[in-house]
């Protein structure tokens, strides 16, 4: 189906339902810098949750407006500069054609923080584009994970994204 494609276990060795094993924590947070979402591809509707550290999110999404610091629980401000973050980071396209997202809902979780993003194509997707470049202007070493469903086949494959290999990547569906 894709080239790039990898299971997130292999792509990271460091991953095991979504946590973070093996790496000690240090005073300023974390050693590892990364993402991890779950797409949802039903019908014209396609469903990102996504999930990164607090601390990484709020630094990015301060850079992105040009603040010292970005509160991720005032929801409706920064719901709305996630959307615009978001929209210039991770990059959907269906049959050729960009697509737009918006926050559906978000949230904590333990250091994590979630975000429910939702998109609409014109009809069902046979080729669907993803580039995940969420956090790659802050960190290096950042590694952004995704598992897309398309639902009405049952495929399912894993992506990985790093800076050097930023996307996109197209997946084709049967119809």
Same mark, same amino acid.
């Given at each position: 189906m894709i080239g790039p494609a990898l299971s997130l276990a292999?792509? @990271?060795?460091?991953?095991?339902a979504g946590m973070a094993v093996g790496v000690a924590p240090t005073a300023a947070g974390h050693e590892?810098?990364?993402s991890y979402g779950r797409v949802a591809v039903e019908g014209v509707t396609i469903t990102i949750r996504l999930r990164m550290f607090q601390d990484d999110l709020s630094r990015a999404l301060a850079r992105f407006a040009r603040r010292d610091t970005v509160d991720l629980t005032a929801r409706r =401000?920064?719901?709305? $500069?996630? @959307?615009?973050?978001l929209g210039k980071s991770l990059l959907l396209t269906a049959d050729g054609k960009a697509l737009t997202g918006a926050v559906a809902s978000s949230g904590p =979780?333990?250091?994590?923080?979630?975000?429910l993003i939702q998109f609409r194509a014109e009809r069902p997707p046979?080729? $669907?584009?993803?580039?995940?470049?969420v956090l790659f202007e $802050?960190?290096?070493? &950042? &590694?952004? $994970?995704l598992k897309v469903l398309h639902t009405a086949s049952g495929d399912e494959t894993s992506l990985y994204f790093v800076p050097g290999e930023p996307g996109p990547v197209t997946l084709t569906f049967p119809r």
């Open positions: 292999a792509a @990271t060795g460091l991953l095991v590892i810098h990364v =401000e920064s719901d709305s $500069l996630a @959307t615009a973050y =979780e333990s250091d994590m923080w979630w975000y046979a080729r $669907l584009g993803i580039a995940n470049r $802050l960190f290096g070493d &950042q &590694q952004n $994970l």
